[in-house]
């Protein structure tokens, strides 16, 4: 056997090896992708043979479809607040949880329930819980002498109040965060007490360094969880303008005012509502694209803080 023969035998293998992946990628990712970005190119209902449109598809979800930009702005405000007060707030119930000495297991579970709600169920519960008129919340504010908030029905609230849902379901990133805290060594905390290291000096200097990574993990997949945003912004503006859906209902999402609109209801309002394949690609593409520099500037600013 000659030596080019028994590297293109290795060749061969080692593709043996990686076809599963290759064809994993190939099937769900590359395909899919090139297949939008073709048809955002085209103009396709679905049902007649797509013909060549050009940038027009491009340009009317930039300048003349209403909805692209309050969903733009809605999408990136989510990414931003959502993402932020969900890790910090599973980092602060995680570091409290590891610190309990007794009833921890019950506090651990009643922390992680609710993240095992549908999503449906949870946000239509969060509807009528912050009813203006008869939800709970708001007899209870009323009755202490606080202001009592339109949640849902409110253009100014209608996405504080999907932040409230989405803390409520902190369970994932707690248990994540207890796991990555308790790998801590505890001689490294021995040893800032020893120097007199205070609690925020061994939080920032021992805590925060071992657990950067899963940090960063829970940072990037709650961007791109949140890029995915769907089924609660949808479902608490159906059930807050009472339009709950029945069948062949249509109905125009983003109650109150455009401030629940989400770039994937887009996609679908588009795709599957006005059968405009074009359209919806074009902002499907926008979500990978704003994913990607998510996720590339988050790995960036972690390699270089990691390295300083």
Request: proline content about 7%.
């Amino acid at each position: 056997m000659t030596l080019r023969q028994k590297h293109r035998r290795e060749t061969l293998r080692n593709l043996a090896f990686l076809s599963p992946w290759l064809i994993g990628v190939s099937v769900f990712f590359l395909y899919p992708l090139v297949s939008t970005v073709y048809f955002s190119f085209m103009k396709y209902d679905g049902f007649t043979p797509p013909t060549w449109n050009g940038l027009k598809n491009w340009q009317y979800v930039f300048t003349d479809y209403p909805f692209f930009w309050p969903a733009l702005r809605n999408t990136l405000w989510l990414v931003v607040v959502m993402v932020t007060l969900r890790v910090l707030f599973g980092l602060g119930i995680g570091m409290l949880i590891t610190k309990v000495k007794t009833g921890a297991g019950f506090f651990r579970t009643a922390f992680y329930l609710p993240y095992l709600a549908p999503p449906v169920a949870a946000t239509m519960a969060f509807a009528f819980l912050l009813n203006p008129g008869t939800g709970p919340v708001n007899n209870i504010l009323g009755s202490i002498g606080l202001p009592q908030p339109g949640w849902f029905n409110d253009p100014n609230w209608s996405k504080p109040a999907l932040t409230m849902l989405a803390l409520w379901g902190i369970g994932d990133l707690m248990v994540i965060f207890m796991a990555s805290l308790l790998d801590v060594p505890q001689e490294q905390y021995e040893a800032a007490s020893l120097d007199g290291a205070g609690a925020w000096q061994r939080f920032r200097f021992v805590t925060l360094p071992n657990i950067s990574p899963i940090v960063l993990f829970a940072v990037v997949t709650g961007v791109i969880q949140t890029m995915q945003y769907y089924t609660q912004p949808l479902v608490a503006g159906k059930v807050a303008s009472g339009v709950i859906g029945s069948s062949g209902q249509q109905f125009e999402p983003g109650y109150p005012e455009k401030s629940t609109l989400t770039l994937p209801q887009l996609v679908y309002h588009l795709g599957f509502q006005r059968f405009d394949t074009g359209g919806a690609s074009v902002i499907a593409l926008v979500l990978f694209v704003l994913a990607m520099v998510f996720t590339g500037f988050l790995m960036r600013s972690m390699s270089e803080r990691s390295t300083a």
